[in-house]
């Protein structure tokens, strides 16, 4: 597609129910971060893939959170055993190739987001 | 470790008077880049900036980065109601973290 898909659009589940979150990059984006976004607050940076692999996982809050990308495209950010503080906006975005070592990065696509509620 | 600093948090202004947000930064960064935040939307990207003392335009936005590549403003003149929203600064440095500021909200009154 045009843009950074995500889905759900809107997850509401039990606290103490395991969710996926699903984000589909731009096609020919090898960069994907996850950020996750509570009501009124700035970006919380959780995780960052480069191809596959994530260089930078530091964000994550818990072991409670996982994240994958396969295939050097679509990538899943799981919680599990949510609880009530997890509920937040999870961002998604893509970019061309961040070089980490220079600090030079292209600007980052963003999808509509994951509005998830925990009950 | 790294931190952005954003300020002011929110601004309230009357339609047609400027506004200013201002981002700092505690280690020299490579570039930085500016996103705009709706109400209920996600970040879109502004611009980037990349050399020091840069100043770029886009009709009544002008975006500056400082000479020591620490710190950066962006600047609306005339503010419409259409300029409603939250403004994020990104800054980049070589000690592999990609860090938002907080964001400024902008409530225009028309």
């Known amino acids: 597609g045009a843009g950074v898909s995500q889905s759900p659009s809107n997850k509401v589940t039990e606290k103490g129910k395991d969710v996926e979150l699903r984000c589909d990059p731009i096609?020919?984006?090898?960069?994907l971060y996850w950020y996750r976004q509570s009501l009124g607050q700035g970006l919380e940076f959780l995780i960052y893939?480069?191809?596959?692999?994530?260089?930078?996982k530091s964000g994550l809050p818990s072991d409670r959170f996982s994240a994958e990308r396969t295939g050097g495209s679509v990538s899943t950010l799981t919680i599990q055993r949510t609880q009530q503080e997890d509920s937040a906006v999870y961002l998604c975005?893509?970019?061309?190739?961040?070089?980490?070592?220079?600090?030079?990065?292209?600007?980052?696509?963003f999808g509509n987001g994951t509005r998830l509620t925990v009950t | 470790g790294q931190q952005v600093m954003q300020i002011p948090q929110y601004q309230h202004v009357q339609e047609g008077e400027d506004f200013t947000t201002y981002c700092n930064s505690s280690?020299?960064?490579?570039?930085i880049q500016w996103y705009k935040q709706r109400p209920g939307g996600h970040p879109v990207f502004l611009i980037q900036?990349?050399?020091?003392?840069e100043v770029k335009k886009q009709k009544r936005l002008t975006f500056q980065f400082g000479e020591a590549k620490k710190n950066s403003s962006l600047h609306i003149t005339a503010t419409q109601t259409t300029d409603v929203g939250t403004y994020f600064c990104?800054?980049?440095?070589?000690?592999?973290?990609?860090?938002f500021g907080q964001g400024t909200t902008l409530q225009v009154k028309p």
């Open positions: 975005a893509s970019s061309l190739a961040w070089d980490r070592g220079r600090g030079l990065n292209s600007p980052l696509h």
């Open positions: 096609s020919g984006h090898t960069a």
């Open positions: 893939f480069q191809g596959n692999s994530a260089p930078d």
């Open positions: 280690t020299t960064l490579s570039n």
């Open positions: 900036l990349v050399k020091s003392g």
């Open positions: 990104h800054g980049s440095g070589n000690t592999g973290k990609l860090i």
